[in-house]
């Protein structure tokens, strides 16, 4: 039986072997297992709003763009998480494939979200050998709910 210190456990592994700057690094599945274990646990998806609306949604999420659809840095990103989440919940980030996820986490930790974790593998997960995303990884490849824009 998955339990909650497990993962959170695991996830801290992570970011102690990876030397990461927030609390944890979660597979998707785990992710998937907290926001049920945990009460109050978000996800927020960092991703444009044009992937949202055209790639596909996690039910719930939060969403706040950490790239605005123009390529250019959200400015408005810390203001808009604070608005939204709770600095005491336990927060996930997303993305396509957890790079910008990984930015948002460790913004997110160093403005004193304690519970701060990144999704590994994002959205989409990594490209395969024939550049093609979704068979590699990711929160739509594990299987998890996910619903189109």
């Given at each position: 039986?998955?339990?909650?210190?497990?993962?959170?456990?695991?996830?801290?592994?992570r970011?102690?072997?990876?030397?990461?700057?927030?609390?944890?690094?979660?597979?998707?599945?785990?992710?998937?297992e907290?926001?049920?274990?945990?009460?109050?646990?978000?996800?927020?998806?960092?991703?444009?709003?044009?992937?949202?609306?055209?790639?596909?949604q996690?039910?719930?999420a939060?969403?706040?763009?950490?790239?605005?659809?123009?390529?250019q840095?959200?400015?408005?990103f810390?203001?808009?998480?604070?608005?939204?989440v709770?600095?005491e919940?336990?927060?996930?980030?997303?993305?396509?494939?957890g790079?910008?996820?990984?930015?948002?986490a460790t913004?997110?930790?160093?403005?004193?979200?304690?519970?701060?974790?990144?999704?590994?593998?994002?959205?989409?997960?990594?490209?395969d050998?024939?550049?093609?995303?979704?068979?590699?990884?990711?929160?739509?490849?594990?299987?998890?709910p996910?619903?189109?824009?």
């Open positions: 039986m998955t339990t909650l210190g497990h993962i959170l456990g695991l996830a801290r592994e970011a102690q072997q990876l030397q990461l700057p927030y609390a944890g690094a979660l597979t998707p599945a785990e992710a998937w907290l926001l049920k274990l945990a009460p109050g646990a978000r996800i927020v998806d960092v991703r444009t709003s044009a992937e949202w609306q055209w790639v596909g996690v039910p719930d939060v969403q706040i763009e950490w790239n605005l659809s123009n390529g840095r959200n400015a408005d810390l203001a808009q998480l604070k608005h939204q709770d600095p919940a336990l927060v996930m980030f997303l993305c396509r494939s790079g910008r996820s990984h930015g948002a913004t997110a930790a160093a403005s004193g979200y304690g519970n701060a974790y990144n999704i590994l593998e994002g959205f989409e997960g990594d490209l050998a024939n550049g093609h995303r979704n068979t590699v990884g990711g929160w739509r490849k594990a299987g998890l996910w619903r189109q824009g």
